[in-house]
Nanobody, 119 residues
Framework: QVQVAESGGGVVQPGGSLRLSCAAS????????MGWFRQAPGKEREFVGR????????YYADSLKGRFTISRGNAKNTVYLQMNSLKPEDTAVYYC????????????WGQGTQVTVSS
């Protein structure tokens, strides 16, 4: 079993920055990818980006390249989502999810953290 938990959400003004954290615990050696997703009110869940757990390589949704960056912490069980130049349309609940090496999809999800971009 793997547990993931997001933190760091809040209210930020347009043009501002915010960093979200995702802490993984449990059988973390089985993690293959760690992804970030978001869901805005009335919209479907959207892929933001992901990081390869061991290699550290990243991949992003085209629409978010250049503004969002995913990285791993020194403790290696924490993943970050750095969000810059935030826009009101970035307002959403942001989720962290882990995909283990035996799964074809993300199979461990956090509870989500709310990000609101508003003046």
């Amino acid at each position: 079993q793997v547990q993931v938990a997001e933190s760091g959400g809040g209210v930020v003004q347009p043009g501002g920055s915010l960093r979200l954290s995702c802490a993984a615990s449990g059988r973390t050696v089985s993690i293959y990818l760690m992804g970030w997703f978001r869901q805005a009110p009335g919209k479907e869940r959207e892929f933001v980006g992901r990081i390869h757990w061991s290699a550290g390589s990243t991949y992003y949704a085209d629409s978010l390249k250049g503004r969002f960056t995913i990285s791993r912490g020194n403790a290696k069980n924490t993943v970050y989502l750095q969000m810059n130049s935030l826009k009101p349309e970035d307002t959403a609940v942001y989720y962290c999810a882990g995909r283990t090496n035996w799964s074809s999809d993300y199979n461990y999800w956090g509870q989500g953290t709310q990000v609101t971009v508003s003046s």
